[in-house]
């Protein structure tokens, strides 16, 4: 009995083997945060690229080549971010690594990356300074930084906006980040505030601040805030007989304003990379695939990582491969920055980071943000 | 905008007020602060978002059935954590710690029964239309919370000084010892009286999730500091005294937010709260306290 059982897995090593010996595979490394608290955000990373890998490999793969994702969980720590990329870097000895999935990882990770002069690719990571670790290191998530400017230009322009009023939490390092990026915005488009206020977690009423901004006449509120404070800042306003529209950072960009603002969730513009209403082909086949295959809507991070395979794609099939790993992790670093590429998320290309010192470091997305309004519990993208 | 602004602050601090009484309640009589109200009171909000969902019942349902599960939780809590402390003379300080602990406990559990995400009551639940009067603006919840944390301080009190159950209250909140000599029964008015604080808990958790329309886990804790302040306020253990250290405190954040800015309204409050303190260490109506002493 033992002994058949160790004839068969005997058999079953020879057969991976025999397996993997046959098919030439592309190895690329996917660190993401598939357990702890950002796992919701990493396993949409994950099913991103899987559905990519398995609709590049059906259409042929990259010359001939398959694609096989080697995926790790980072569980959403520095420490554990490190070692993954150990593994999969001196180990797995991949062409390439997606991932981390915070920002926070990806700073403590994607030096070894650089290090060891492999492409290091996030799809999620938004703080700045991440591409200006250095030349392998790159990106296709849009900062907030990026999209605020888009969001306010548009709503300026549809909603005939000449002042702001601005409301952000002050206790909150993501809110504060967008009320900093805001606060630049709003000065380059010399766009006047009536007045900046702010509010701290947990606060349950917003009328005092709601009611000082209505004294001051503006024509929209800039809001910096996470959805728990930013609903109900919404329902209160109406209350109050304040029917400007709001204009939101990343924090309320999510359809759960309709679930907790209901018929109060009207006049909040947002902007994003990706947008479900997106009805392009591309997103729409996207849409489509994601939601049959997984049994559940995609969002934007799968989105994201949807499209980064399909960039690291554009550029492998233009990279000769050699067998020497070292020389084909370069070459494939060489053919990156050129791609261009119209997926799920729209028109994207790179943009050309520089370090601290100025010098030329990673690359950054240059894509441009879909910007939409609510509208009777939806998104509405606005043209 | 002035007049609009105190009709914010007597709304808000209405708010701190309806969490406060309960919470000064407990102190009042068993003489615990009793840090796990905030998680009390979130669990009130959570029992009547299931049963609305669920099960369609109107509002008042909703109310007397988290008003009914919070007071069982306070009395499970007073049963299986205050109670053996209280039978060991455990010195003030434990206690408090303990409902730390306890408040902890109930907080994860509902992120587990129930996810981190924010959730709210069903539409139409209770009206979020204003009340327009006079360039006034107030919804009829706020209304609401205004008279019934009124009329709750009101029978409240009275209950204290004029029913022989009130009496043996004020009894135990002397000298337990010696209201147990009297032949008061002061195990079971511990027990009713943390029934009766949780309960309004409960119910507070209720009005004021309605009125934020965010329930999430942690939603007690911003609110449970507060009302420290205001209990501290008032005079601990004072229902009179948790009323008005409401309002003040409302009062004193919307006046800062008004005419200060609202970056320094944290600062302005507390910053008056600690300037009555100075001149009254004992609180607005610190009776209780120097009687205890």
Redesign the interface.
């Known amino acids: 009995m033992n002994l058949s059982l160790f004839k068969t897995s005997l058999l079953a090593v020879a057969a991976t083997l025999a397996c993997s010996a046959q098919a030439a595979e592309l190895k690329i490394g996917v660190a993401e945060a598939l357990s702890g608290g950002a796992a919701q955000y990493g396993a949409a990373i994950r099913n991103g690229f899987q559905l990519a890998a398995e609709q590049i490999n059906a259409a042929g793969g990259i010359n001939g080549d398959k694609i096989q994702l080697v995926i790790e969980d980072e569980q959403g720590k520095k420490e554990e971010a490190i070692n993954v990329f150990k593994k999969l870097l001196f180990q797995d000895k991949v062409l390439m690594v997606f991932g981390p999935t915070l920002s926070n990882s990806a700073q403590a990770a994607d030096p070894i990356a650089q290090a060891s002069k492999t492409v290091v690719f996030g799809t999620s990571n938004t703080a700045d300074g991440i591409t200006s670790i250095g030349d392998y290191v790159f990106r296709n998530s849009v900062t907030e930084a990026d999209v605020l400017p888009e969001t306010l230009k548009m709503a300026i322009r549809k909603g005939n906006i000449k002042k702001v009023a601005v409301l952000y939490g002050?206790d909150d390092v993501f809110t504060k980040s967008g009320y900093d990026n805001f606060k630049k915005a709003l000065a380059d488009l010399n766009l006047p505030v009536t007045t900046t206020?702010?509010?701290?977690?947990?606060?349950?009423?917003f009328?005092?601040?709601l009611?000082?901004i209505?004294?001051g006449n503006p024509d929209a509120i800039v809001l910096s805030a996470l959805?728990?404070?930013g609903?109900?800042i919404m329902?209160q306003a109406r209350?109050?007989?304040l029917n400007i529209p709001f204009i939101g950072g990343n924090g309320m960009n999510s359809v759960?304003v309709f679930?907790?603002?209901?018929?109060?969730s009207d006049g909040l513009y947002v902007g994003s990379p990706w947008s479900i209403e997106n009805q392009t082909e591309t997103n729409r086949k996207f849409v489509v695939a994601y939601t049959s295959k997984f049994k559940m809507a995609p969002d934007q991070f799968a989105a994201q990582a949807y499209d980064a395979l399909h960039i690291a794609t554009q550029a492998l099939k233009t990279v000769k491969l050699s067998g020497n790993l070292a020389a084909d992790r370069t070459a494939l670093r060489d053919a990156l920055p050129a791609v261009k590429w119209t997926g799920a998320t729209g028109a994207f290309q790179f943009r050309r980071a520089s370090d601290k010192a100025g010098k030329p470091a990673g690359y950054d997305a240059q894509q441009a943000a879909i910007v939409s309004v609510t509208q009777s519990g939806r998104f509405v993208i606005q043209k | 905008?002035l007049e609009?602004?105190l009709v914010?602050?007597l709304?808000?601090g209405s708010?701190y007020a309806l969490f406060a009484l309960g919470f000064t309640l407990i102190f009042g009589v068993l003489g615990v602060v009793n840090l796990s109200h905030g998680a009390v009171f979130m669990v009130g909000a959570y029992a009547a978002l299931q049963v609305i969902n669920h099960f369609g019942v109107p509002l008042w349902a909703g109310l007397l059935f988290a008003f009914l599960l919070c007071g069982l939780l306070g009395l499970a809590i007073d049963f299986l954590v205050l109670k053996p402390l209280r039978a060991r003379n455990a010195p003030h300080l434990i206690p408090m710690i303990a409902t730390i602990g306890v408040g902890i406990a109930i907080n994860s559990a509902m992120q587990g029964l129930f996810g981190a995400?924010?959730?709210?009551f069903p539409?139409g639940t209770v009206s979020?239309?204003?009340l327009?009067l006079g360039g006034l603006?107030l919804?009829a919840l706020e209304l609401g919370i205004v008279l019934l944390s009124f009329v709750l301080m009101g029978a409240l009190m009275l209950a204290l000084k004029r029913t022989q159950l009130g009496r043996a209250m004020r009894a135990i909140a002397e000298s337990p010892k010696a209201a147990y000599l009297l032949g008061i029964n002061v195990e079971g008015l511990f027990y009713l009286t943390s029934f009766a604080a949780a309960g309004l808990g409960g119910l507070a958790g209720v009005l004021?999730g309605l009125?934020?329309?965010?329930l999430?886990p942690?939603?007690g804790?911003?609110?449970l500091h507060k009302g420290i302040a205001v209990i501290i306020l008032g005079g601990l253990g004072d229902v009179r005294g948790a009323m008005l250290g409401g309002l003040f405190l409302g009062l004193a954040?919307?006046l800062s937010?008004?005419y200060v800015?609202?970056?320094m309204?944290?600062a302005v409050a507390f910053g008056f709260l600690f300037l009555v303190l100075l001149l009254r260490p004992k609180g607005l109506f610190g009776s209780l306290q120097e009687r205890k002493v």
Do not use: C, W
């Open positions: 002050n206020e702010t509010f701290a977690k947990g606060d349950v009423d009328k005092a601040q009611t000082k209505k004294a959805i728990a404070e609903a109900p329902v209350q109050l007989g759960k679930d907790l603002a209901k018929d109060k | 905008m609009q602004q914010n602050a709304s808000l708010v995400e924010n959730l709210r539409a979020e239309e204003s327009t603006h919804t004021i009125y934020s329309n965010a999430f942690l939603m804790q911003p609110m954040e919307v937010i008004a800015g609202s970056d309204r944290d």
